[in-house]
């Protein structure tokens, strides 16, 4: 894939006053790594949106400072509470010969048969996986297929997952990535019918009906 490219200018503005860059349509953002001193710098706020809407944190993006092109890649992205505009961007410069550590985001796709024809509950797992690779070498995002999960049980790990010969997993193999399982049966209690609840007889009125059975029956007139 081609790279991504984006072009800064060195910030001078700090603080507080970067409100008014942002208004203007400048996004504040921060180079930093081999061989670079931290360094502020700003963008055109609508073209790097564009840019980074389109990359994960292991997308290998040429970044043009001063006529100088670094290889960069995202490592954090500040976006505002309510609106989700960009608000800060931190670039990580990287050496192409040198392996780092990332995280590549994992992107289910596809219907599980188990779930479909079966009635079965797919459950997620990770969403993204740990690796170590050249800068290069870095997958952006990986791909899972569920026309894999066939039965109910039927599960996707990481260790089911090829991600090329360069790259090495750092997490662990048995982490589950997708599993499908029995949907839960829902517990009807049963209702039985209310019992009738006895009618409390006062103790006065017993005594009195017993008296009146002791008593002989009246003579006819």
């Excluded at 944190?57 to 989700?84: A, S, Y």
């Excluded at 961007?89 to 985001?105: E, G, M, N, Q, Y």
């Excluded at 024809?117 to 740990?130: A, R, T």
């Excluded at 039985?192 to 009125?205: D, M, R």
């Amino acid at each position: 894939m081609p790279s991504q490219s984006l072009s800064a200018t060195t910030r001078t503005i700090r603080g507080k006053q970067t409100r008014a860059l942002r208004r203007a349509g400048r996004l504040p953002a921060v180079l930093y790594g081999r061989g670079v001193e931290p360094t502020a710098i700003e963008l055109d706020g609508r073209q790097a949106s564009k840019v980074l809407a389109r990359v994960s944190g292991t997308t290998l993006l040429d970044l043009e400072l001063n006529g100088e092109v670094h290889k960069v890649l995202v490592r954090e992205i500040q976006r505002d509470f309510i609106r989700h505009d960009l608000r800060h961007v931190d670039f990580l410069k990287v050496s192409l010969d040198i392996a780092i550590r990332a995280r590549v985001p994992v992107e289910l796709v596809g219907d599980a048969p188990a779930v479909v024809s079966l009635g079965g509950v797919l459950v997620s797992g990770v969403s993204e996986i740990e690796v170590e690779a050249l800068p290069a070498d870095l997958p952006e995002r990986l791909t899972v297929e569920l026309e894999k999960l066939v039965a109910i049980g039927d599960t996707i790990t990481v260790g089911d997952l090829f991600l090329g010969k360069a790259v090495t997993v750092l997490t662990e193999l048995n982490e589950v990535v997708a599993r499908v399982i029995y949907a839960a049966a829902e517990e009807v209690e049963e209702v039985k019918p209310e019992e009738a609840a006895p009618v409390a007889v006062e103790p006065e009125l017993i005594e009195r009906r017993k008296k009146e059975e002791e008593l002989p029956p009246e003579e006819p007139e």
